[in-house]
């Protein structure tokens, strides 16, 4: 295979994946099928790579707690092209905590950190050889940039066409847009250039990382302070302003709190 798309042929090994029903290349990179329950969830391929995590100082309407520091990614991993839907979940755990339901493609949300390793670990079970966890934070905004340094992967501003938050706050003086009041199906908007769906807005998504502030120099891997009662939660959600669905956005809440704007996307984990 040659590399095409797939920086310095930074391939996962093996490929194709053992568990992948189907599997890919296109404009995005590399993707595989994972079937769970009978559902099929696609799976992106996420080359390892350097990037700025955090916000530069000019960057408008950013938070304190964005220090800008480089971190390196060693291992390239395989992340979920869209938050779990409701479909996923309930074929897994049986029932649908979600507030705003109608369509199994809505993610599911109303669900807390500890809610989520249940139902990952629930799967694993079902699953031979493969581990669903959490991303890391620095996975998931690495995820999310896709390559680019604006405050969004779409570029230095956003539109409710691409993103589901309140169009009545746009950011940075942006045109007002659309507030729907309630989530849209995981993959009605726009992906990104990695081929990932609504890392911006729609619902929060749990990361791996207790929170912490960041460190201020260079660093490999990173996965957050060792303690802590608090968990990481990133992307912004269908009810916030358009600064809260910046890339570098940082929200975090007790492992066991719940709300209809707090999701989740899965991750396999780092390949060698």
Same mark, same amino acid.
């Given at each position: 295979?040659?590399?095409?798309?797939?920086?310095?042929?930074?391939?996962?090994?093996?490929?194709?994946?053992?568990?992948?029903?189907?599997?890919?290349?296109?404009?995005?990179?590399?993707?595989?099928?994972?079937?769970?329950?009978?559902?099929?969830?696609?799976?992106?391929?996420?080359?390892?790579?350097?990037?700025?995590?955090?916000?530069?100082?000019?960057?408008?309407?950013?938070?304190?707690?964005?220090?800008?520091?480089?971190?390196?990614?060693?291992?390239?991993?395989?992340?979920?092209?869209?938050?779990?839907?409701?479909?996923?979940?309930?074929?897994?755990?049986?029932?649908?905590?979600?507030?705003?339901?109608?369509?199994?493609?809505?993610?599911?949300?109303?669900?807390?950190?500890?809610?989520?390793?249940?139902?990952?670990?629930?799967?694993?079970?079902?699953?031979?050889?493969?581990?669903?966890?959490?991303?890391?934070?620095?996975?998931?905004?690495?995820?999310?940039?896709?390559?680019?340094?604006?405050?969004?992967?779409?570029?230095?501003?956003?539109?409710?066409?691409?993103?589901?938050?309140?169009?009545?706050?746009?950011?940075?003086?942006?045109?007002?847009?659309?507030?729907?009041?309630?989530?849209?199906?995981?993959?009605?908007?726009?992906?990104? =250039?990695?081929?990932?769906?609504?890392?911006?807005?729609?619902?929060?998504?749990?990361?791996?990382?207790?929170?912490?502030?960041?460190?201020?120099?260079?660093?490999?891997?990173?996965?957050?302070?060792?303690?802590?009662?608090?968990?990481?939660?990133?992307?912004?959600?269908?009810?916030?302003?358009?600064?809260?669905?910046?890339?570098?956005?940082?929200?975090?809440?007790?492992?066991?709190?719940?709300?209809?704007?707090?999701?989740?996307?899965?991750?396999?984990? =780092?390949?060698?």
């Amino acid at each position: 295979m040659t590399c095409g798309f797939i920086d310095n042929c930074a391939l996962p090994a093996p490929f194709p994946p053992l568990w992948a029903i189907a599997w890919g290349q296109d404009q995005y990179g590399l993707w595989a099928d994972l079937q769970i329950k009978d559902v099929n969830q696609r799976i992106r391929w996420i080359r390892p790579g350097v990037f700025m995590m955090g916000s530069p100082e000019d960057e408008p309407e950013r938070e304190d707690n964005e220090i800008q520091h480089e971190v390196t990614l060693t291992k390239g991993y395989w992340l979920a092209d869209t938050a779990c839907t409701q479909e996923l979940w309930e074929k897994v755990m049986g029932d649908n905590p979600s507030h705003f339901k109608g369509d199994a493609q809505l993610p599911v949300e109303n669900v807390s950190w500890d809610d989520c390793q249940e139902f990952m670990q629930t799967a694993n079970k079902e699953l031979k050889g493969i581990n669903l966890q959490f991303p890391t934070e620095a996975e998931w905004e690495y995820a999310c940039r896709a390559g680019k340094e604006t405050p969004f992967s779409f570029g230095e501003n956003i539109t409710t066409k691409q993103v589901n938050y309140d169009g009545n706050y746009p950011y940075n003086n942006g045109a007002k847009g659309e507030y729907r009041e309630e989530t849209v199906k995981v993959n009605v908007l726009p992906c990104n =250039q990695w081929g990932l769906y609504q890392m911006h807005g729609n619902v929060w998504e749990w990361c791996a990382d207790r929170y912490g502030e960041y460190e201020q120099e260079s660093v490999k891997d990173p996965k957050g302070p060792a303690d802590g009662g608090l968990r990481v939660l990133r992307g912004g959600c269908w009810f916030d302003y358009g600064r809260n669905v910046r890339s570098a956005y940082r929200r975090w809440y007790t492992s066991v709190f719940r709300f209809n704007c707090i999701g989740f996307r899965f991750s396999l984990g =780092q390949k060698g």
